[in-house]
Nanobody
């Protein structure tokens, strides 16, 4: 089981940038895909971006052109660089590790979750 810890959240003005990090530890039985999700108050958790073990990426429409997902397998790290942030990006952001090695968007594909980091974008 992989343990995940997010960092890098905070308060930023609209139009600003943040870089979220996700540190993975523990023993994985096989290569795994990873993803970023977010959950705003009163809303369901939604996928933001996903990355396969080999670096293939997927972005939801809200993230395309503004967010970049990346990973460094040697360092057991994943990142989400967020530019041109908007108030509607305000949410708790979670990183997750999947059982398979692809880039997945459905939450049920992920078996490990971090505790989340708060991102607040002021207008």
């Amino acid at each position: 089981q992989v343990q995940l810890v997010e960092s890098g959240g905070g308060l930023v003005q609209a139009g600003g940038s943040l870089r979220l990090s996700c540190a993975a530890s523990g023993r994985a039985s096989s290569p795994y895909g990873m993803g970023w999700f977010r959950q705003a108050p009163g809303k369901e958790r939604e996928s933001v971006a996903a990355i396969s073990w080999l670096g293939g990426t997927y972005y939801t429409e809200s993230a395309k052109g503004r967010f970049t997902i990346s990973r460094d397998n040697a360092k057991n790290m994943m990142y989400l660089t967020m530019n041109n942030l908007k108030p509607e990006d305000t949410a708790v952001y979670y990183c997750a590790a999947a059982q398979g090695s692809g880039a997945y968007t459905r939450p049920t594909a992920f078996t490990s979750w971090g505790q989340g980091t708060q991102v607040t974008v002021s207008s």
